[in-house]
C-alpha cells in the first residue's frame, strides 16, 4: 500500500529554533507539495516541486523558510529561525504525470513553536 | 485563475440523515474537480473526482457528487449518514489537461450528531 510518509509526525520547539520536516514521496511520483493547515487559514499552498525542481514557492515567507529536494525520494521544509506563528500542521502531497492532478498527502507534522 | 467556494463551514445533521455539502467552482477553461476528507489527526484523502463524462460521480464511503457546468458547483451526497463521516470535507479545483496546481476551498465540517 503506497503512501506519502512524513517524520516527524509531532515537533515541539523554542522560538528560535531551527525545525526540519522530511517527507518520501510516493515511489514514482514526480510532483510534490508542500502545505500549512491552521485554524485561522486553511490549507495554504506553500511551495512544490516538480521533477526535483522548485516550481512555485511563492506562498513561502523567503526569509525564513527553505524548501528543497535533495533526490527523488526526499523533499525537506526548513524553518530557521522559528516563530510561534508557525505553529501548524505541514502536510506534504505527491502526485505522478497522467494522474489527472490527483494528490496524495501525507499524514502531516503536527509543529508547535513555544 | 481557478477558485472554489464552500458555502457552509460547519454542517450539523442527525445520524441517518441526507446530507449535501456545497461546492461551487469558477473557471474560464474546463476543470477537473475533487472532494477530499480529513478524519481528525490525519491527513486528506480523495473521497471522488470528476474528469469528464458522466456528471454523476459515485466516491468511496456512499458518497457521491454531481457536476452541473451552468452553474459551476460540485456538490457532495450522502443519502444517510454514519457518525464516522464526522470530518472535514474539502472541495478542489484544478484546469483539465496537463500539469496544474490544485486550489482547495477552506473546508466543511461535518458533524453527525447521534
Known amino acids: 500500500d503506497a503512501r506519502v510518509t512524513q517524520t516527524p509526525r509531532h515537533k515541539v520547539t523554542e522560538m528560535g529554533q531551527e525545525v526540519t520536516m522530511r517527507c518520501q514521496p510516493i515511489l514514482g511520483h514526480n510532483t510534490v507539495f508542500w502545505y500549512r493547515q491552521t485554524m485561522m487559514q486553511g490549507l495554504e499552498l506553500l511551495a512544490y516541486f516538480r521533477n526535483r525542481a522548485p516550481l512555485d514557492d511563492s506562498g513561502m515567507p523567503k526569509d525564513r523558510f527553505s524548501a528543497e529536494m535533495p533526490d527523488a525520494t526526499l523533499a525537506t521544509l526548513k524553518i530557521q529561525p522559528s516563530e510561534p506563528r508557525d505553529s501548524a500542521v505541514y502536510f506534504c502531497?505527491?502526485?505522478?504525470?497522467?494522474?489527472?492532478?490527483?494528490?496524495?498527502f501525507g499524514p502531516g507534522t503536527r509543529l508547535t513553536v513555544l | 485563475a481557478q477558485s472554489v467556494t464552500q458555502l457552509d463551514s460547519q454542517v450539523p445533521v442527525f445520524e441517518e440523515a441526507p446530507v449535501e455539502l456545497r461546492c461551487n467552482y469558477s473557471?474560464?477553461?474546463?476543470?477537473?474537480l475533487f472532494w477530499y476528507v480529513q478524519y481528525p489527526n490525519q491527513g486528506l484523502q480523495l473521497l471522488l473526482k470528476y474528469l469528464s463524462g458522466s456528471t454523476l460521480v459515485k466516491g468511496i464511503n456512499g458518497f457521491e457528487a454531481e457536476f452541473n457546468k451552468s452553474q459551476t458547483s460540485f456538490h457532495l451526497r450522502k443519502p444517510s449518514v454514519h457518525i464516522s463521516d464526522t470530518a472535514e470535507y474539502f472541495c478542489a479545483v484544478t484546469i483539465s489537461g496537463g500539469y496544474q496546481k490544485v486550489t482547495f476551498g477552506i473546508g466543511t465540517k461535518l458533524q453527525v450528531i447521534p
Open positions: 502531497a505527491s502526485l505522478r504525470d497522467r494522474s489527472y492532478n490527483e494528490q496524495f
Open positions: 473557471s474560464s477553461v474546463s476543470v477537473y
